[in-house]
């Protein structure tokens, strides 16, 4: 049986966004975070077939959009990455908007505005148009907060580092530099692959963080190594670490809004202030402190993230049963 997808393609700030606009599953019209549990269970090769070569690569990244089952929300967005069905992505979020406004998939209730429902919460995201195209996004993401301080621990290879563990839409290790990581002078994207692979190894010993209001959220899946920025125009430089072996092009949107996190639950970085991240190819998310926020017993942020996609083209990927690499391959 072939089984065929329609998919536009985008890339925000450089980290690519393909959007399945027909031929994913339908799930029964439940809140998105038990509808992702039945997509895990049930239709996960649609999520390796799409993401994994040979019709995607180590960095790719996804959505599917649903109807919304909260009545506060236009729309439902599941994201498929190749780390699998994350609760939250803030670069899939602005190229999934961009794509589904500029391509009339959604139809927002107030022009400019839209609320969507994710795994992770409802999150608000508002843009501006030019010419027919959506210009620019600003995403108003979920509660994120500081979870632990000062975590030392043992990486092979690399020595003691001490990181914070945040959250920001996903568990992040935010790691700043110190005595046994001086910072990405001299670093090549494998090395930080490499230190990360080892780093979330290595907390998998001492640290298992559960989202205090949500306990299908946990673990730390994710790192960003913090820098100073490059740009005369940032206020920091990151890699934001996902995946296998992905590094995110984008300066990150759950990992922008982790690192914020940190930095105010630090006193570094106070309500109202902004904080533009640079990526490694020197794209840039600015970042904003918009509110205070208590997440369970945590004090935390609510964020917002401004940035920019474009779309890049039309794809129909087939999926073949004959296929001996039907549902796709990983090369370790």
């Known amino acids: 049986m072939r089984h065929s997808f329609f998919c536009i393609d985008a890339h925000t700030c450089g980290n690519p966004v393909r959007l399945v606009a027909a031929g994913g599953p339908m799930l029964p019209h439940l809140p998105m975070g038990e509808r992702r549990e039945i997509f895990i269970r049930e239709h996960d090769w649609i999520r390796r077939a799409l993401m994994f070569e040979p019709r995607g690569h180590d960095i790719m990244s996804g959505a599917i959009i649903y109807p919304a089952h909260r009545e506060d929300c236009d729309f439902a967005v599941l994201f498929i990455e190749v780390s699998g069905c994350l609760p939250m992505c803030g670069a899939g979020t602005i190229g999934v ?7 009339g998939l959604v139809k927002p209730r107030t022009p400019g505005v839209v609320a969507i429902e994710t795994p992770a919460g409802r999150v608000d995201v508002t843009y501006t148009m030019k010419d027919g195209f959506v210009d620019a996004v600003r995403l ?9 301080s000062d975590i030392e621990v043992d990486v092979p290879g690399v020595g003691q580092l001490v990181v914070d563990i945040a959250y920001g839409g996903n568990f992040y290790a935010v790691i700043e530099p110190q005595k046994h990581w001086e910072g990405f002078e001299g670093m090549t994207a494998s090395q930080i692959i490499e230190y990360s692979q080892k780093l979330r190894h290595a907390l998998e010993m001492v640290c298992n963080p559960v989202h205090p209001d949500d306990g299908r959220i946990r673990g730390v899946h994710h790192a960003i190594w913090c820098d100073a920025p490059v740009s005369s125009g940032a206020d920091g430089r990151s890699a934001v670490f996902y995946g296998d072996k992905a590094i995110d092009r984008s300066p990150g949107g759950t990992g922008t809004s982790a690192r914020m996190a940190q930095l105010h639950g630090k006193g570094r970085l106070p309500v109202g202030s ?3 991240n ?35 083209g039309h794809n129909t990927i087939y999926v073949d049963d004959r296929d001996p690499l039907a549902h796709g391959f990983q090369i370790s």
């Open 140 to 148: 108003h993401n979920v509660a994120s907060y500081l979870h632990q």
């Open 274 to 276: 902004t904080y533009r």
């Open 97 to 103: 908007v961009t794509a589904a406004i500029e391509e």
């Open 278 to 312: 640079e990526s490694l190819i020197g794209t840039i998310f600015e970042g904003r402190v918009e509110s205070a926020a208590n997440i369970g017993l945590f004090e935390g942020i609510i964020p917002s993230i401004g940035a920019w996609a474009r779309v890049i």
